[in-house]
DNA sequence: CTAGATGCAAACGGTTTGCAACTAT
DNA sequence: ATAGTTGCAAACCGTTTGCATCTAG
């Protein structure tokens, strides 16, 4: 199976440095648990700038360790993630998300941009609803 | 086959009244022809408010005249819209966006979210790449 | 006639930036 | 030693709101 390098060694094989702060934002997002704004992680990391947890967001998004969702009203949280294509289920009850991959799925959705001629270089698949707990 | 009402037509079916700036602004949509910001429809549309701009594009929004999408930058546009449940090709390239619908699709993702217990509202999908034209 | 719509300008909330001080490597 | 990182506050940008005026129905 594919390795998933914790957060801190994917930081520092993207040539970032691993820093106080940095480590305090690591610690802040898994004891969050679950999606959560920036706001909430600046509220979860008092000791660290507003601009920096900004900065370290979009860094960890960028190595993967966390990844943006859309919400069903268009608002915008992040949530830790293994990285790799995925999609979401998003539980409009308790608001967790389940990341998940389907094969079969993507295979239709390139078959789809197949037969329409246009060439895919990638897509955002979100499903919304209840899940199985809150059903 | 479905019926497709006019915006102008949608709106006043909605109960909102047709009056010269929504006239204004909708004309300004069918000349932008692609998607577009609200900036851009303000340019396109001088001699409306700012404001009404913003309150007309939510109205038409929920009219279903137009429709909001979510680039792959995670920017927002909005788009002339036919309504009804459908998904988009978004070109990198020209910027133009196609809407779509899949039967198929949309049956594998309500199968996907039922194997996972989840019960399913709604869902979004876009592609994103080139398109034919483009490619 | 009157509820709904408009324009303006001010307020807002989330995000970015410039810069001088700091620190991981 | 030095390039990368941080905190702060100010700037920014897209969007919303309060309110007095206007107008479609």
Redesign the interface.
């Known amino acids: 199976m594919t390795t998933t390098p914790d957060p801190t060694t994917r930081l520092a094989e993207s040539g970032a440095r691993v820093t106080g702060p940095r480590r305090t934002i690591l610690d802040a997002v898994d004891g969050l648990g679950g999606p959560f704004t920036v706001e909430e992680l600046c509220a979860a990391a008092p000791s660290v700038g507003r601009a920096t947890v900004f900065r370290t967001v979009k860094l960890l998004q960028e190595t993967g360790a966390v990844c ?1 969702l ?1 919400l ?1 009203d ?1 608002s ?1 949280r992040y949530q830790r993630s293994e990285g790799g294509h995925h999609h979401h ?1 998003v ?2 009850e308790c608001g967790r998300v ?1 990341e ?1 991959a ?1 094969a ?2 993507d295979r ?2 390139h078959a ?2 197949e037969v ?17 707990r809150c ?1």
Chains 1, 2 share one sequence.
Not at 116 to 132: K, N, Q, T
């Open positions: 943006r859309v069903e268009g915008v289920r539980c409009s389940q998940f389907d079969e799925l239709l959705i789809n941009a329409a001629g246009f060439e895919l270089d990638g897509h955002s698949l979100e499903l919304y609803g209840r899940c199985r059903a």
